[in-house]
């Protein structure tokens, strides 16, 4: 018997038959003795269409106003979700951002979460009625409605089970968890059972789009333990379904590398033969940073007479035309500088809090696709991550290796 | 110069052509030199899709949580139409009911306005911003969602009117303004320039729904002039293009009749030969009250023994059965009681502030009927109106008829 917030994304609250599964997941809940707090997003499809209205009336649309819009349709699935629990004979209600209240800063369309004040919230849940909360929104201060942007529903709910100090907040989802690499790829992936939010974050931040980054921060910030698991199969009787992600003291059996992980969304850039002075490096990624694109591994290579350098980095596939356009001024100034690039690369990461204590992780790897003839053509690393740049007809067989060659196979 | 309140209904915002159409009058208003709040409904065919949402999962809903589902359409509409006037270089702003806030009490469903606390919406729109509020919606005094029922955002114009203190308060809608009869019937009908608020209270009685009686009675309360007119018209150019609806004192030219309505939405119900005793009314009209059934026309005859006493009344032809259902019951403990019924009755009303001081009006009205031989079945008046029931194969005649006989034909 606990307090557990559960959130269920567009998908899972569709359409009415949607919802009323949903009411089902949250009525075995209430059956198994809990308290319940629901964070619930807009039905599949219906934010897309109302910032379609607002896109439709101007491009450039004041977020003030867009917030207000897009907000409505998370109140709908929220109300919808209470009656749907009335007619259980469970007693529910909705709550608004802006009547819990969730108040967030004014940063329209991207709003962050400053405090909930959860008092009246928690007194309903403690008084054992469902409280089922429009995800996604808050209110600023002075009572403008926000919405959190990408993955606001899953911050919400976060949120929420750290101000009810929940004892778990469980997202449902169209997956069945966090898997060691993706199932559609390695049909011998495991699901995970214990994550830590240090690996999800790492996960989150090399394509695999479970959680977003920022509930999961948040989580990890207010040690709120999050289960992943699928809104579409019965998870009652089974304990923990899903994926738990929580700290790492609380994984006692930690794999060397939990999964494996892969991005095609990756294009690189080379520029050749740049002048090695001082301040050349920012002179680069000064514009790019201005032009808004985001720019991931970079490495940098000196010639041998030491005059010349090479800096090669990557970006989002649908920024390369972008950031060409941007190195094409800056290499107007620094003469003789080359731009090439190729969209045709992929990222392959390895992930996991064991590497820290074990050696000769990144070896493995660099052997595991040497082996397979596989071409590495960036490095980058970090302290739970290492991840390689290569061409991208070699992704499945790169993935399926390592996932081999590190053990994770199931049944392996 | 003035400040005016313009409510637009759910045609005339029913997509983003129609919210730009809408914008452009606003901004029609604006360069007029009016200061202006604006009040919208839901886009066509919203309401009633968030309605089947709530009927779809219990068709006995919470009204708490029914209005939280069906008020995100006002929400929805009012921040679109804000962008819609940015685009033209105006600035608004978007106020929903909680964030005027539009007080209510909670009867939710059917809320009515308890008070405007206007200080800050009256502020903004002082300003020069253009507020867009959210009809049909208020909030109670603890914050919870409600919605005023049907013509509720009439009301919410009509209500923001008052508490501004708005010169006027326009209604655009889909017809032209308020006519001496239905045009589709009488095609000599003629726009109505002024009416009094006690006129358009007696047409919207008898079924002339251009204005919701709530908003007509409110408006006569506090004395706000309202304008009815046509949203898919340039009203820009002539200065009153609708029907002002005003206090009686400011109609100069008074007609005695000023129009001629009907409804066929009407079931005669009599019954025949009940015991004449005391509460034998009573004993008939409670229960059907208890069953929610409305009664309008009721007549009552002795016969000629003085012993037995017949009962004639009216119901909506929706709410016949039921009626026959309770009165079956009644008729078993009344022997000798026999129930008879007519769907194929409808009622012809003329209505006209000037009946108060001209005699023979309803004569007019019989004799009128008579030459064309019709027969009347129920006759009731009040001060400014006689209704009277006939055969519902007689209407356009008899409303054709009556319209000329009162001089309303126009050329006429």
């Known amino acids: 018997?606990?307090?557990?917030?559960?959130?269920?994304?567009?998908?899972?609250?569709?359409?009415?038959?949607?919802?009323?599964?949903?009411?089902?997941?949250?009525?075995?809940?209430?059956?198994?003795?809990?308290?319940?707090?629901?964070?619930?997003?807009?039905?599949?499809?219906?934010?897309n269409q109302l910032v379609a209205y607002c896109s439709e009336i101007n491009h450039v649309f004041d977020p003030l106003e867009y917030d207000a819009v897009v907000a409505s349709g998370e109140q709908v699935t929220s109300g919808l979700l209470a009656l749907a629990?009335?007619?259980?004979?469970?007693?529910?209600?909705?709550?608004?951002?802006?009547?819990?209240?969730?108040?967030?800063?004014?940063v329209h369309g991207k709003a962050r979460i400053q405090s909930i004040e959860s008092e009246a919230l928690k007194k309903s849940v403690m008084n054992g009625d469902v409280a089922v909360i429009a995800g996604f929104q808050g209110v600023t201060p002075d009572g403008r409605i926000t919405t959190l942007g990408r993955g606001g529903s899953d911050t919400s709910a976060v949120a929420v089970a750290?101000?009810?100090?929940?004892?778990?907040?469980?997202?449902?989802?169209?997956?069945?968890?966090?898997?060691?690499?993706?199932?559609?790829?390695?049909?011998?992936?495991?699901?995970?059972?214990?994550?830590?939010?240090?690996?999800?974050l790492e996960m989150a931040s090399v394509g695999a789009k479970v959680l977003h980054t920022r509930s999961v921060e948040l989580a990890m910030k207010e040690r709120v333990p999050v289960q992943v698991?699928?809104?579409?199969?019965?998870?009652?009787?089974?304990?923990?379904?899903?994926?738990?992600?929580?700290?790492?003291?609380?994984?006692?059996?930690?794999?060397?590398?939990?999964?494996?992980?892969?991005?095609?969304?990756?294009a690189k850039v080379t520029l050749r033969s740049l002048p090695d002075i001082p301040g050349v490096a920012a002179k680069v990624f000064g514009p790019l940073a201005d032009a808004s694109i985001n720019v991931d591994?970079?490495?940098?290579?000196?010639?041998?007479?030491?005059?010349?350098?090479?800096?090669?980095?990557?970006?989002?596939?649908?920024?390369?035309?972008?950031?060409?356009?941007?190195?094409?001024?800056i290499a107007r100034d620094l003469p003789g500088t080359l731009v090439e690039s190729s969209a045709d690369v992929a990222k392959v990461s390895v992930i996991g809090i064991g590497m820290r204590s074990h050696v000769g992780v990144a070896q493995k790897m660099f052997k595991t696709l040497a082996e397979k003839g596989i071409n590495i053509q960036v490095i980058t690393t970090s302290e739970i991550k290492v991840s390689v740049l290569i061409s991208d007809e070699y992704t499945e067989l790169a993935v399926r290796s390592l996932h081999t060659a590190y053990g994770l196979d199931h049944g392996g």
């Open 229 to 266: 698991l699928s809104s579409f199969e019965s998870a009652l009787g089974s304990d923990l379904p899903g994926t738990l992600v929580v700290g790492e003291d609380a994984i006692v059996e930690q794999e060397v590398v939990s999964s494996v992980t892969y991005s095609r969304d990756e």
């Open 85 to 106: 629990l009335q007619k259980r004979g469970i007693q529910a209600r909705s709550w608004m951002g802006w009547q819990v209240p969730i108040v967030t800063n004014d």
């Open 162 to 200: 750290a101000a009810l100090k929940a004892d778990r907040c469980d997202i449902y989802t169209d997956v069945h968890g966090v898997y060691t690499a993706d199932p559609r790829i390695v049909n011998r992936a495991r699901k995970i059972n214990k994550i830590s939010y240090e690996e999800m």
């Open 1 to 47: 018997m606990g307090l557990l917030v559960l959130k269920f994304g567009g998908t899972s609250v569709a359409n009415i038959p949607a919802i009323e599964n949903v009411a089902n997941k949250v009525a075995g809940e209430i059956q198994n003795g809990h308290k319940v707090a629901v964070v619930v997003s807009a039905m599949a499809g219906v934010t």
């Open 297 to 329: 591994m970079i490495v940098q290579n000196l010639s041998p007479d030491h005059k010349k350098t090479d800096i090669t980095f990557t970006v989002t596939r649908a920024d390369l035309s972008k950031a060409l356009e941007v190195l094409k001024n």
